[in-house]
């Protein structure tokens, strides 16, 4: 069963504000050769079984998304673009029901409807190899009819967190 990644790239650029603005969010920001963006690309690359991702991100961001897309050896044709920011399960329900429709493609394979991974655009994240590990166990979790989650245990609280 192919994986589909998802990786979210909306936002409003605003929580590092002056160096984030809407036309350049952090996700794209240049962070000293690489961007947050660039760095879920990666992460993405390591993945076995992983379709080219699909994007979610808005108009204005569009070809910042493209141009890092093709830096990282993916075909920038899997871009959907947000009308509005409707915030994250709207996007994921959007990127799910193209998923579904890129398998109705292929409806001849048994295993068409692949496994979806949804990626913050924004996030650190050093240990590839380990990532790579938890999604490999979390697909045959998920294969069972599971949902999977992933997260960081907090240190503190924080209301900084839309």
């Known amino acids: 069963m192919k994986l589909c990644p998802i990786i979210l790239c909306g936002g409003s650029g605003s929580r590092l504000w002056p160096l984030?603005?809407?036309l350049y969010p952090k996700?794209?920001?240049d962070l000293g050769g690489y961007s947050l963006f660039g760095n879920t690309l990666r992460r993405v690359?390591?993945?076995p079984?992983?379709?080219?991702?699909?994007?979610?991100c808005n108009e204005e961001q569009r070809f910042l998304a493209a141009a890092q897309l093709q830096a990282?050896?993916?075909a920038a044709t899997n871009i959907i673009l947000e009308p509005v920011g409707r915030n994250t399960a709207?996007?994921?329900a959007v990127a799910a029901l193209a998923a579904l429709n890129g398998a109705s493609a292929n409806a001849s394979c048994p295993d068409a409807v692949p496994l979806l991974?949804?990626?913050?655009?924004?996030?650190?994240?050093r240990d590839i190899p380990s990532f790579a590990g938890a999604v490999a166990v979390a697909m045959s979790l998920a294969r069972s009819g599971r949902l999977v989650t992933f997260g960081v245990t907090p240190d503190k609280p924080e209301t900084g967190y839309g």
Do not use: E, K
């Open 72 to 74: 990282a050896g993916f």
């Open 49 to 56: 079984n992983a379709l080219s991702p699909l994007i979610i």
């Open 45 to 47: 690359r390591a993945l």
């Open 117 to 125: 991974l949804v990626l913050p655009s924004d996030h650190t994240l």
């Open 20 to 22: 984030s603005r809407s």
């Open 27 to 29: 996700q794209f920001m």
């Open 90 to 92: 709207p996007a994921i």
